[in-house]
């Protein structure tokens, strides 16, 4: 089955800083990356994905890129701010015919310096 | 509009109780799933449901049940509780069977004693 790493699980940075999390993952018929932000004590929520077809994607101060080739996918934000303070998850699912089930990494605790 | 309606918000049970967690989406949704948040795990699958009529194990489904009422509900029964399932409990939706992002629930936050 499919297996996606993340790195790092806890990052610190102060505000204005650009932060980055990376994630790999193992099957190489993946093809759609979601990522979530979890706020401390919320649900989590849908902040950006991007299908392999596509290798980067941007909205506003959040992007991800994809390296089909390498395995990898990460998030990129910019001008980092307080309230950007959560936990990411990474997630990796397949097309039809195989495991459309999102297998989710462990998660990155991001912590962002007023 | 109210998405992914999860309760009861906070439970605690003593081992061997039962309990059911409740979830509802008015989105529309045809796919369901329920997961188990501990810290440094991530979000692991207990059971999901493709589709209306279906229901398929997850990646850690021993000790629970599940049943997809309709549509709108998909339930998470635990039969007889273990304080190895305390936890905090995430229904989510999505509109297909892949390549579509989740709706999480609000969470319950299980303890059992």
């Given amino acids: 089955g499919e297996n996606v790493e993340q790195h ?7 505000e204005g800083d650009s932060a980055v999390i990376k994630c790999t ?15 401390l004590g919320k649900r989590p929520q849908l902040i950006i994905d991007i299908r392999s077809n596509v290798g980067e994607k941007k ?3 959040i992007a991800v890129t994809l390296n089909k ?3 990898h996918f990460s998030l990129h934000i910019t001008e ?8 990411y998850f990474c997630a990796a699912s397949r097309a039809p015919g195989g495991s459309y089930i999102p297998t989710f990494g462990r998660g990155t605790s991001l912590i962002v310096h007023p | 509009n109210a998405g992914v309606t999860q309760t009861p918000k906070f439970q605690v049970l003593k081992t061997g109780q039962s309990m059911t967690l409740q979830c509802a989406q008015d989105m529309n949704h045809n796919s369901m799933y329920w997961y188990r948040q501990d810290p440094g795990m991530g979000l692991r699958l207990i059971y999901y449901s493709a589709s209306e009529g279906t229901t398929d194990k997850g990646e850690v489904p021993n000790g629970y049940n599940v049943s997809r009422l309709n ?19 995430f229904c989510a939706s999505s509109e297909g069977a892949w390549a579509t992002g989740y709706t999480f629930g609000s969470g319950t936050r299980l303890t059992v004693v």
């Fill in chain 1, 80 to 87: 980092t701010q307080p309230e950007d303070s959560a936990v």
């Fill in chain 1, 69 to 71: 080739t390498a395995k």
């Fill in chain 1, 25 to 39: 993952y193992s099957d190489s018929a993946s093809n759609y990356f979601p990522w979530y932000k979890q706020e």
């Fill in chain 2, 71 to 89: 549509k709108r509900e998909f339930s998470l029964r635990l039969e007889s509780a273990a304080p190895s399932q305390t936890s905090v409990y």
């Fill in chain 1, 8 to 14: 790092p699980s806890t990052l610190s940075v102060q």
């Fill in chain 1, 59 to 61: 909205d506003q101060r």
